[in-house]
């Protein structure tokens, strides 16, 4: 009884296996969903730096072989910039992206051929630090006793 389950099980996977190389390089999408995930998951993330790296993952369906193209865009200032995609592992990666003080609201952008596309948002919160004043830095100056 064991076997004849075990060689339907493995009919099963072979026949799907067949349909997907049926299907040449390309497969059937039926959703595309891109997510930041470096410098954080968060909805929002606080830094000293004037710039940021933005990084995160691309989450479909099944494994594709279309051009996928991300770019970045930091809604604050109007700057953008094209990002870079791993599509063997999923991944993809973008930035430096330039910050002005304060909340920077960025828009990270997924287009895929096909007409699909997908879109992940991050407030980054840039406070440069203050100068340090030497003087304050020495303290007071040592005397001899």
Partial sequence: MLDRVRTRVSLVAL???AALASCGDDFFVTQFDIVITTPT???QFDTASDTVALGGTLEFTLGIQEDIEV???NLTTGTSGPGTV???VSTWSAGPVPLQDG?????VELDADGGWSDAALLTVVYTPLLPVDDESERGAPLRAS
């Fill in 15 to 17: 026949t799907a296996f």
């Fill in 41 to 43: 998951s968060a909805a």
């Fill in 71 to 73: 770019t970045w865009r």
């Fill in 86 to 88: 791993n599509a063997s």
């Fill in 103 to 107: 909340a920077n609201q960025l828009r």
